[in-house]
Antibody
Framework: QVQLVESGGGVVQPGGSLRLSCAAS????????IFWVRQAPGKGLEWVAL????????YYADSVKGRFTISRDNSKNKLYLQMDSLRPEDTAVYYC?????????WGQGTLVTVSS | EIVLTQSPGTLSLSPGERATLSCRAS???????LAWYQQKPGQGPRLLIY???SRATGIPDRFSGSGSGTDFILTISRLEPEDFAVYYC?????????FGQGTKVEIK
């Protein structure tokens, strides 16, 4: 069955960096675009970044542009999110989700806390 | 960007009752580009409906979606105990994709 498992979250100081990973299984990873979507505590969903199936195109929300970098390794069935210059407002659970336009499978999320 | 406004914010109902959730868009959304998700505490969202009215794999037929243009509806015909959760709509036809703020369906 389709599985997406995020990892790499934790506590980081403002201005710091963190790298999230998403391990995919149960489907042909290199056939699908993948999203990162985040959810601040008690809040709604916000898309963060999108990468096309072959990594050729990447898109970012204005709130993270220039600070976050999305990438993928199709040989390892893995997705990444490099987060630099982190701010307190980046505190959230980060989900990876498989895209068919709509997001048909989601992981359980990994919590990122930006705090001094 | 297209803003999606969901109403009501909270819906208090009893098991067996009918739930009607609204999602209104700030500009027209193609019927093929509107989805609904369910989220329970501590879990990632689960796709319920895509293309306004198509149920995702494994979703029971008590869930149905309808609407067009700027007004979309998610209906749960008879609430089961496992249906009490937060529901989000999403439009994915216009960049950036956007989500509504959510409707919480709670037990009355």
């Amino acid at each position: 069955q389709v599985q997406l498992v995020e990892s790499g979250g934790g506590v980081v100081q403002p201005g710091g960096s963190l790298r999230l990973s998403c391990a995919a299984s149960g489907f042909t990873f290199n056939n699908y675009a993948i999203f990162w979507v985040r959810q601040a505590p008690g809040k709604g969903l916000e898309w963060v970044a999108l990468i096309r199936y072959d990594g050729s195109d990447k898109y970012y929300a204005d709130s993270v542009k220039g600070r976050f970098t999305i990438s993928r390794d199709n040989s390892k069935n893995k997705l990444y999110l490099q987060m630099d210059s982190l701010r307190p407002e980046d505190t959230a659970v980060y989900y990876c989700a498989r895209s068919r336009g709509y997001l048909d499978y989601w992981g359980q999320g990994t919590l990122v806390t930006v705090s001094s | 960007e297209i803003v999606l406004t969901q109403s009501p914010g909270t819906l208090s109902l009893s098991p067996g009752e009918r739930a009607t959730l609204s999602c209104r868009a700030s500009q027209s959304v193609s019927s093929s580009d509107l989805a609904w998700y369910q989220q329970k505490p501590g879990q990632g969202p689960r796709l319920l409906i895509y293309g306004t009215s198509s149920r995702a794999t494994g979703i029971p037929d008590r869930f149905s979606g309808s609407g067009s243009g700027t007004d979309f509806i998610l209906t749960i015909s008879r609430l089961e105990p496992e249906d009490f959760a937060v529901y989000y709509c999403q439009q994915y036809g216009s960049s950036p994709q956007t989500f509504g703020q959510g409707t919480k369906v709670e037990i009355k």
